[in-house]
């Protein structure tokens, strides 16, 4: 994973197309993410200024750095952190992103309906939750997602 995160750092500067440096960062802090180095990830991803771009992996990728902030916090600010994550993985499945490479249902909204159900609050999610029941979804990494909140 360290050779992975290094070759996407080396891509980034040698690129020259603005499409083709974001994808790599964001690729970078996904790995980063994934490897457990959520301070750093959080770091990259504030000093790329991902949260600004209009890309659906960038905006999946803030939510998801919010998630991992609030299943590590306590109290008031796992909520807060959960909630924001909740909120953001909600607006990127229901903004039906032309961009967006995968079917919104498969990434977004499980992960929305599933934060929905850790903050015990359905309401936000429950056609979306009902849309996943009922959704066959396509050939991928995450279509294995189980739906259970339904």
Known sequence: MLEAIDLA????????????????????VIMLARAASHAEAEEK??????GVLDHPDAKSLGARLEKDLGLTAEGKARQKHLTTSCDLYLEICLSNDPDWNRT??????VNAVTLSHLLGDMRPVEALAAQLKAFQPQSSYYSGSPVIFA
């Open 104 to 109: 919104p249902l498969e990434y977004n909204g």
């Open 45 to 50: 991803y504030r000093d790329y200024k991902l």
């Open 9 to 28: 750092q080396e891509g980034a500067a040698l690129a020259t197309d603005p499409d083709d440096i974001a994808r790599m960062r964001i690729d970078e």
